[in-house]
Nanobody, 124 residues
Framework: QVQLVESGGGLVQAGSSLRLSCAAS????????MGWFRQAPGKERELVAL????????YYADSVKGRFPIFRDNVRNTVYLQVNSLNVEDTAVYYC?????????????????WGQGTQVTVSS
């Protein structure tokens, strides 16, 4: 049974940083593309960043490019999203997702497995 468990969210002030983690189990983690999505109240869930199983060719949404690096540890079966220079518009539930297909998986329906999410709230 595949499980993705996110952690690291919280309530922070604008300009702060957090490190979000997603611990995976029940899958061969090193062979999965991993993505981070977010969903703000009243908005669609959107891709923030993804990292292929090779670790290279990462992809970022324009809104977070240069602020939210994604990286993975295939020994610890964990993917991270370092969220820096947070602003109020970054407030959302952040979800981890996994799929065994390779390539640039940018759509929500391309991911087979999802975590429960971790809340990030940024105050001004």
């Amino acid at each position: 049974q595949v499980q993705l468990v996110e952690s690291g969210g919280g309530l922070v002030q604008a300009g702060s940083s957090l490190r979000l983690s997603c611990a995976a189990s029940g899958l061969t983690f090193s062979r999965y593309t991993m993505g981070w999505f977010r969903q703000a109240p009243g908005k669609e869930r959107e891709l923030v960043a993804l990292i292929p199983w090779t670790g290279g060719d990462t992809y970022y949404a324009d809104s977070v490019k240069g602020r939210f690096p994604i990286f993975r540890d295939n020994v610890r079966n964990t993917v991270y999203l370092q969220v820096n220079s947070l602003n109020v518009e970054d407030t959302a539930v952040y979800y981890c997702a996994a799929d065994r297909n390779w390539g640039r998986l940018v759509r929500r329906d391309e991911y087979a497995y999802w975590g429960q999410g971790t809340q990030v709230t940024v105050s001004s």
